[in-house]
T-cell receptor
């Protein structure tokens, strides 16, 4: 079983739409959670961290359900510039200070005019 | 602010040739450093990580090696490249405290012919 699993998509939505991505992780000891976005042929960039209480950053809302080991990302009022691959990322240490990130394969989003 | 540099940006090498990719971080001390590879259409694969000078841990057995000669310098090497070494190589850094958010360099796109 993969450490982090995501629906690969692609998701094709019109501008202004609301779209949601889901992600599950296998290790209940996971400590930190993130969403990264990766544009074509570019490096991943941190979109937002995900906190237990859920958090919002403008049009983006992230939710964490530890009991179900499930993370979500909601994008409201989609823009053309939101087109990218969204990576679900989970971190759990090994009893040291080193963070060990596990990346999902990403969900591809295309927003069309 | 912190910045991370990688070079070269692109590289085309024949099978059997050596490889040296360099990564440097500015604006932080004692970072954790990471090398990842992303093959075409695939997820991120952690290759090596380092918690300090001369301290390298390998995640996947392969014909690659890594070194950390200075606190903010991380080098990925190979004595003889294989076709399967083609991919997008990403260096990342993180601080040593949770949540260990990782920040990526711009990457090196390697094609082995």
């Amino acid at each position: 079983r993969k450490e982090v699993e995501q629906d690969p998509g692609p998701f094709n939505v019109p501008e202004g739409a609301t779209v949601a991505f889901n992600c599950t992780y296998s290790n209940s000891a996971s400590q930190s959670f993130f969403w990264y976005r990766q544009d074509c042929r570019k490096e991943p960039k941190l979109l937002m961290s995900v906190y237990s209480s859920g958090n919002e950053d403008g049009r983006f809302t992230a939710q964490l359900n530890r009991a179900s080991q499930y993370i979500s990302l909601l994008i409201r009022d989609s823009k053309l510039s939101d087109s990218a691959t969204y990576l679900c990322v989970v971190n759990y240490g090994r009893g040291s200070t080193l963070g060990r990130l596990y990346f999902g394969r990403g969900t591809q989003l295309t927003v069309w005019p | 602010s912190q910045t991370i540099h990688q070079w070269p940006a692109t590289l085309v090498q024949p099978v059997g040739s050596p490889l040296s990719l360099e990564c440097t971080v500015e604006g932080t001390s004692n970072p954790n450093l990471y090398w990842y590879r992303q093959a075409a259409g695939r997820g991120l694969q952690l290759l090596f990580y380092s918690v300090g000078i001369g301290q390298i841990s390998s995640e996947v057995p392969q014909n690659l090696s890594a070194s950390r000669p200075q606190d903010r310098q991380f080098i990925l090497s190979s004595k003889k490249l294989l076709l399967s070494d083609s991919g997008f190589y990403l260096c990342a850094w993180s601080v040593r405290t949770p949540p260990d958010t990782q920040y990526f360099g711009p990457g090196t796109r390697l094609t082995v012919l």
